[in-house]
């Protein structure tokens, strides 16, 4: 597969380019990849779309069997059909199961930078969030967790259900078989259910030296409470599709999902998505994502040596899964002056320069503005400070990218 190929996106109603506001911008913002899909996929969905008519549509047997098969042989998981529910999202999976299985009232915590929907999704359930900071160390350039302070936030907020991310985004952390079993074990004394939203588990970078590890089969072992969503929307790039499907071992908890998922009418999926989740879990597909995938991780490691060599002083998350790099740039901010200190002249407060940048989001309009390339800022994340880098396109544009965004970076610096 030739990854190098650009595809022109510009005028397909395509959220990532058609919602800029300049066709000379380069969008490495939301977490949606410029690559084509794998070519058994789009062979299939031309076969069904080849049959003129496209009304109500079966969930057939081999949609289950394919997430069976697939979990079974590239993740060592194997669990029984009958644990699985299919609906339109990884994001409506996750609000229903929470409005299933959560009173309203009821807290949930979940590690900050958290994927930005996690909010949403929390605040839609009627309960309230418990925001446990994970602990970034900018010297080794990763983010941990303090389980003990995991555990006392847990009991002292009374927390019901654990939203987690594995692989977190957008730290880019893929959590070891010891850190999810010390997440289990500490939920289980707690009685507190964990879901897992594993959307990302297919970004593992090949030189790790470990893979992913579904929180299932820990939870199972410790004997925790736990429920996981996934789809094969971000591995194979076709979220569009709307699919998604849940494993859920317990049938009390299956039913009251099942009610959130009807109650928020996203039961039924379109035509194509089985079509396309039964092509993508197959060999073909699976040879399809191991290039991806190793051509993702060159993409890190050209940007991360490029940025590293422009601006070292800088940390940059290591990143171990995903296709999100996390950018550490509180450096390069200004401290928001005092009120009084202020010139009252609006042109002095000019937030197109880089000397009077305060804060990520500033920094993210910055680029966007003046350097022509879009990230997301952390606030969206619950974490100010950080940039979020989405590197899932093409080298060429990558490259073209990172120019800008170390131009941009160096006109900041040069300031402090």
Not at 231 to 248: D, H, M, R, S
Not at 254 to 273: G, K, L, P, S, Y
Not at 317 to 341: F, I, K, M, N, Q
Request: proline share 7%.
């Amino acid at each position: 597969m030739d990854f190098d190929k650009l595809t022109t996106r510009l005028g397909t109603n395509c959220v990532k380019w058609d919602e800029m506001p300049a066709d000379d911008i380069l969008p490495l913002w939301v977490a949606d990849m410029d690559f084509q899909t794998a070519p058994c996929i789009a062979d299939a969905i031309q076969r069904r779309a080849a049959h003129p008519i496209y009304g109500y549509g079966l969930v057939p047997d081999g949609f289950y069997d394919a997430i069976r098969w697939w979990n079974r042989t590239r993740h060592h998981w194997d669990f029984p059909r009958e644990w699985i529910q299919y609906t339109s999202g990884v994001v409506p999976a996750v609000s229903a199961i929470l409005q299933g299985l959560c009173r309203e009232g009821e807290a949930v915590l979940t590690f900050t930078p958290a994927y930005n929907c996690f909010f949403s999704s929390i605040r839609n359930a009627h309960c309230p969030l418990v925001d446990f900071p994970l602990t970034w160390d900018p010297e080794a350039e990763t983010s941990t967790i303090d389980f003990q302070a995991f555990e006392e936030a847990i009991r002292a907020r009374g927390v019901r259900l654990f939203l987690l991310c594995n692989p977190h985004n957008p730290t880019g952390r893929v959590w070891t078989s010891q850190e999810l079993r010390k997440m289990a074990e500490i939920c289980k004394r707690a009685d507190v259910i964990v879901l897992s939203d594993e959307i990302h588990c297919e970004f593992v970078d090949p030189q790790l030296g470990r893979p992913y590890v579904p929180f299932a089969t820990i939870a199972e072992e410790v004997g925790c409470r736990w429920v996981v969503a996934n789809a094969p929307n971000k591995a194979f790039n076709i979220a569009g599709l709307q699919t998604a499907y849940i494993v859920c071992p317990d049938s009390s908890m299956r039913r009251r999902i099942d009610r959130a998922i009807n109650d928020n009418e996203t039961c039924d999926i379109n035509i194509f998505a089985p079509v396309a989740l039964q092509a993508a879990y197959t060999p073909e597909g699976a040879a399809w994502l191991d290039q991806l995938v190793a051509y993702i991780y060159d993409n890190y490691r050209t940007f991360r040596q490029q940025l590293k060599a422009a601006l070292p002083h800088l940390p940059l998350a290591r990143l171990e899964g995903t296709y999100l790099a996390w950018l550490d740039v509180r450096s390069l901010l200004h401290p928001t002056p005092h009120p009084s200190t202020l010139n009252p002249q609006p042109s002095t407060l000019n937030q197109n320069s880089p000397s009077s940048l305060s804060t990520s989001k500033a920094l993210a309009t910055y680029l966007t503005t003046q350097h022509r390339v879009w990230l997301n800022p952390g606030e969206m994340y619950g974490r100010p400070g950080f940039l979020r880098i989405n590197i899932a396109t093409q080298r060429s544009r990558l490259n073209e990218a990172t120019r800008r965004i170390i131009a941009g970076l160096k006109a900041c610096s040069a300031h402090i």
